[in-house]
């Protein structure tokens, strides 16, 4: 890479133009992330490599499957360093665990257990007047295991993660070709978690996650579901 660094920073500028299009914020979350493991990088392919799982950690959840698949073909070295691993961290374990936990990262202890099944992760989306997304308060459908959002006329693709979110716009067409799969939270459940809706309009649990609407707020509502063991709560 010191050889060809015209092509380097090529590399580098482009994706963090992209980046900050995106959101202003990521590229300084990215050249951290990436800043852990400059040291092993040996060609331009791990830069690309390394550079996709980086932009994944820095919020753009939508490559999380593209970065799993990367992270796979590293260095076990080089993808520690990039996820902030303890040495000691049995790496294939972490990763089997972190493709079926979407909110595991580093610093979840290895034998963690929840204090509670349900947890405020993030809230996700605004409304178009304040710079946001949706024109109407959205409804969040399910469908062959990802989330959609709907607001007004509009559609767009949820992803969501320990490390971020993003909406992708879709076809509204497209949506009618999934297996929609809308239910209700359980609303006294949820009450002590938010204090500040009176109103669950929407809502979708898929695996490790439920997603919810209200008619009283712009943002989906984001939450963590931990498994509860046989005998009581993990």
Not at 24 to 40: A, F, Q, Y
């Amino acid at each position: 890479m010191q050889r060809e660094p015209a092509l380097t920073l090529k590399q580098t500028a482009n994706l963090l133009s992209h980046l900050y299009g995106l959101n202003p914020g990521h590229p300084e979350k990215w050249l951290e992330i990436m800043s852990r493991v400059t040291n092993l990088l040996d060609n331009h392919p791990q830069l690309s490599q390394t550079g996709l799982v980086g932009a994944w950690m820095s919020g753009l959840a939508h490559y999380r499957d593209s970065a799993m698949k990367q992270l796979a073909m590293l260095p076990e070295a080089l993808a520690k360093g990039l996820l902030g691993l303890p040495v000691d961290r049995d790496f294939q374990v972490f990763l089997d665990e972190l493709r079926r936990n979407r909110w595991l990262t580093a610093q979840s202890p290895a034998d963690a257990k929840p204090a509670s099944i349900h947890r405020i992760e993030t809230r996700v989306g605004a409304c178009a007047l304040l710079g946001g997304d949706f024109p109407v308060p959205p409804e969040v459908v399910g469908g062959d295991g990802q989330f959609f959002v709907r607001s007004g006329e509009l559609v767009w693709q949820m992803h969501v993660d320990a490390f971020g979110s993003s909406l992708i716009p879709c076809d509204p067409e497209g949506l009618k070709h999934h297996e929609i799969a809308t239910e209700r939270a359980d609303k006294s459940l949820l009450q002590s978690l938010l204090a500040d809706i009176s109103d669950i309009s929407s809502s979708v649990h898929l695996a490790d996650t439920l997603a919810l609407t209200s008619r009283e707020t712009f943002a989906v509502i984001v939450l963590s579901v931990a498994v509860v063991q046989s005998g009581g709560a993990a």
